[in-house]
């Protein structure tokens, strides 16, 4: 079974009117905060990140004031997500965007994977959300949502990928991804699945293959 993309696209976007989790960093539009923001939240629950993402921007909200901080400081302000290691990284590359890119995050994928800390994923989110590029971001949650449904090789990177791209409404890149987030993480998890009050869960293969 084949879904349609444009059906599932329409569920997904129907069901996440009434699901969408409001975090204080989905609302960021300036460049560094919102690389900030995907530095802390990688690997760790939105509603953490959320705790004290506001507080950090409001003390450290530019490059510049972030590079001269004391690093006890950015640990005290993000010990609740218990990697209190994020703050040097996150001080240095604030540092390196003061020095080497005049303050400015860049665009660029090579200058953006150069950051100490910054891979596909992250660089992929500064790309799409802070200058609007279509650009497939692909982390385990979005990777476990795509192959269930459309039945995708979870390892076959380049088919997500393109699927991804496929799928996004290029108006707004940032809505769909934050709705496959939010599937992942209320509907369609690791473990368990509550595949019974899924929105896409009779076009979903792999609830297809499990009530079969």
Same mark, same amino acid.
């Given at each position: 079974?084949?879904?349609?993309?444009?059906?599932?696209v329409?569920?997904?976007?129907?069901?996440?009117?009434?699901?969408?989790?409001?975090?204080?960093?989905?609302?960021?539009?300036?460049?560094?905060?919102?690389l900030?923001?995907?530095?802390?939240?990688?690997?760790?629950?939105?509603?953490?990140?959320?705790?004290?993402?506001?507080?950090?921007?409001?003390?450290?909200?530019?490059?510049?004031?972030?590079?001269?901080?004391?690093?006890?400081?950015?640990?005290?302000?993000?010990?609740?997500?218990?990697?209190?290691g994020?703050a040097?990284?996150?001080?240095?590359?604030a540092?390196?965007?003061t020095?080497?890119?005049?303050g400015?995050?860049?665009?660029?994928?090579?200058?953006?994977?150069?950051?100490?800390?910054?891979?596909?994923?992250?660089?992929?989110?500064v790309?799409?959300f802070?200058?609007?590029e279509?650009?497939? $971001?692909?982390?385990?949650?979005?990777? #476990?949502?795509?192959? /269930?449904? =459309?039945?995708?090789?979870?390892?076959?990177?380049? *088919? +997500?990928?393109? $699927?991804?791209?496929?799928l996004?409404? #290029?108006?707004?890149? /940032?809505? =769909?991804?934050?709705?496959?987030?939010?599937?992942? *993480? +209320?509907?369609?998890?690791?473990?368990?699945?509550?595949? #019974?009050?899924?929105?896409?869960?009779?076009?979903?293969?792999?609830?297809?293959?499990?009530?079969?």
């Open positions: 079974m084949v879904p349609s993309k444009e059906k599932f329409a569920k997904l976007l129907s069901w996440h009117k009434q699901h969408y989790q409001e975090f204080s960093f989905r609302n960021a539009s300036d460049p560094f905060h919102i900030i923001s995907e530095m802390l939240l990688r690997q760790t629950r939105g509603q953490q990140v959320d705790k004290i993402f506001p507080r950090l921007i409001e003390l450290y909200p530019t490059p510049q004031v972030l590079a001269k901080a004391n690093i006890r400081d950015i640990e005290d302000i993000i010990k609740p997500l218990g990697m209190r994020r040097r990284q996150i001080i240095n590359v540092r390196i965007i020095e080497k890119f005049k400015c995050v860049p665009n660029d994928w090579n200058s953006l994977l150069s950051l100490p800390g910054v891979g596909k994923y992250i660089a992929g989110c790309k799409a802070a200058f609007n279509m650009v497939p $971001l692909i982390d385990v949650n979005v990777k #476990r949502v795509l192959s /269930r449904v =459309f039945g995708v090789n979870p390892k076959n990177e380049e *088919a +997500l990928c393109q $699927l991804y791209l496929n996004s409404p #290029r108006q707004n890149i /940032r809505k =769909f991804h934050y709705a496959l987030l939010d599937l992942a *993480a +209320l509907v369609c998890k690791f473990k368990n699945p509550k595949c #019974r009050t899924c929105p896409v869960r009779d076009i979903c293969d792999y609830a297809h293959k499990s009530s079969s």
